[in-house]
């Protein structure tokens, strides 16, 4: 089992950027397929970026595409979303999420293990 935590939410005005960190214990992240969530009020949460475990296959969500990177820190154990360019609607809950899964999914029922989330917002 791996618990996971995340840092790194505040404010920040559209066109800046934000680094969030998710820290694990309990397990190394290079077991899991590591994953990114949002959820912004009223809305359903929605997958944002993944990278895949024992590699460094990733994948985003089209809205993201360009302006956000994940990646994996093996030695901190860690995991990070830099976003750049953000964007009013990039406003939300950020959580990270790790799977069991062997290749990078963007499916949130596939994702065993979550954070209990960061906030982010951007001011327009």
């Known amino acids: 089992q791996v618990h996971l935590v995340e840092s790194g939410g505040g404010l920040v005005q559209a066109g800046g950027s934000l680094r969030l960190s998710c820290t694990a214990s309990?397990?190394?992240?290079?077991?899991?397929?590591m994953g990114w969530f949002r959820q912004a009020p009223g809305k359903e949460r929605e997958f944002v970026a993944g990278?895949?475990?024992?590699?460094?296959?990733?994948l985003y969500a089209d809205s993201v595409k360009g302006r956000f990177t994940i990646s994996r820190d093996s030695p901190k154990n860690m995991v990070s979303l830099q976003m750049n360019t953000l964007k009013p609607e990039d406003a939300a809950v950020y959580y990270c999420?790790?799977?069991?899964?062997?290749?990078?999914?963007?499916?949130?029922?596939?994702?065993?293990?979550w954070g209990q989330g960061t906030q982010v917002t951007v001011s327009s």
């Open positions: 999420a790790a799977s069991v899964s062997v290749i990078t999914t963007p499916k949130e029922e596939e994702y065993n293990y």
């Open positions: 990278i895949r475990r024992s590699g460094w296959s990733t």
């Open positions: 309990g397990r190394t992240v290079s077991s899991y397929t």
